[in-house]
Nanobody, 115 residues
Framework: QVQLVESGGGLVQAGGSLGLSCAASGSILSSNVMGWYRQAPGKQREFVATITSGGTTTYADSVKGRFSISRDDAKNTVYLQMNSLKPEDTAVYYC?????????WGQGTQVTVSS
């Protein structure tokens, strides 16, 4: 089992920046993928970014050039730096951890971008 705890959400004005963190604990394997997804009110959860244990990153087109995902394996933590935020980035952001075909989700953290 893997437990995920997100932090860092909040309220920010359009054009501002926020950083999210997700700390993993439990039975973590060296080979895994960690990522961020988000769900806006009335919409389905959508992919934001992922990073493999090898450091390969993937981003949704909507956040490319504005968001940056990184990880610190010594701390079992994944980060999401969000710059140039837009009102449409408002959502609950969820951390995801995948290893050996198993999926784990955090509880989510609210990000609200005001116009």
């Amino acid at each position: 089992q893997v437990q995920l705890v997100e932090s860092g959400g909040g309220l920010v004005q359009a054009g501002g920046s926020l950083g999210l963190s997700c700390a993993a604990s439990g039975s973590i394997l060296s080979s895994n993928v960690m990522g961020w997804y988000r769900q806006a009110p009335g919409k389905q959860r959508e992919f934001v970014a992922t990073i493999t244990s090898g450091g390969t990153t993937t981003y949704a087109d909507s956040v490319k050039g504005r968001f940056s995902i990184s990880r610190d394996d010594a701390k079992n933590t994944v980060y999401l730096q969000m710059n140039s935020l837009k009102p449409e980035d408002t959502a609950v952001y969820y951390c995801r951890h995948i290893q050996q075909g198993y999926n784990y989700w955090g509880q989510g953290t609210q990000v609200t971008v005001s116009s």
